[in-house]
């Protein structure tokens, strides 16, 4: 199936954070491709994709990265396609770098930016389905679905287990 959602990442190290969001695409069944994308250190790599990710079908892209994280922002402006930033982790400063050089983008050019690390890209997957059910009724109804198991699975009370 072509592809909807573009989930890129500025390296293979970001990909044990991103895979938390291609678990949800897959677990909602929302066709993406994973590709790695470096804002740095293949600068040429996002030109062309960030040119022709809107005539190529895809809807949404998910960019992740950490440190100096260039790749989200850099894409943003390089498509109108909305794009969901996922600050990663780092050793360093925790991810408070990557968080940092996601969010603040100036007028014009928007990041949709989450939290940092793992939950960040599981609801960078849930944003991307909140775009696309818009116009895609039986995946609204899957992400009913989810969110619903979700709400059921909490317990009224604690336990000490
Ligand atoms: C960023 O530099 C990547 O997004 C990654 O989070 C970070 C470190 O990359 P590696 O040195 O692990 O390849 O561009």
Redesign the pocket.
């Known amino acids: 199936m072509t592809p909807l959602v573009g989930l890129i990442?500025?390296?293979?190290?970001?990909w044990a954070t991103l895979r938390d969001a291609a678990q949800l695409l897959d677990d909602l069944a929302i066709p993406y491709e994973a590709r790695i994308v470096?804002a740095?250190r293949t600068p040429d790599r996002l030109w062309s994709y960030g040119t022709e990710a809107a005539g190529r079908g895809l809807q949404v892209i998910i960019a992740g990265?950490?440190?100096a994280?260039h790749?989200p922002g850099m894409m943003a402006s390089k498509t109108r396609l909305p794009v969901i930033g996922v600050p990663?982790q780092t050793k360093a400063l925790s991810g408070v770098d990557s968080l940092y050089s996601i969010v603040q983008m100036p007028k014009g050019y928007p990041v949709a930016t989450m939290a940092i690390g793992a939950a960040g890209a599981a609801n960078a997957a849930l944003m991307a389905a909140g775009i696309l059910a818009l116009q895609d009724a039986e995946l609204a109804g899957r992400l009913d679905a989810w969110r619903a198991a979700l709400s059921n699975s909490i317990p009224q009370e604690p336990s000490d287990d």
Do not use: I
């Open positions: 990442m500025g390296s293979q190290s970001d470096s740095h990265a950490g440190g994280a790749l990663v």
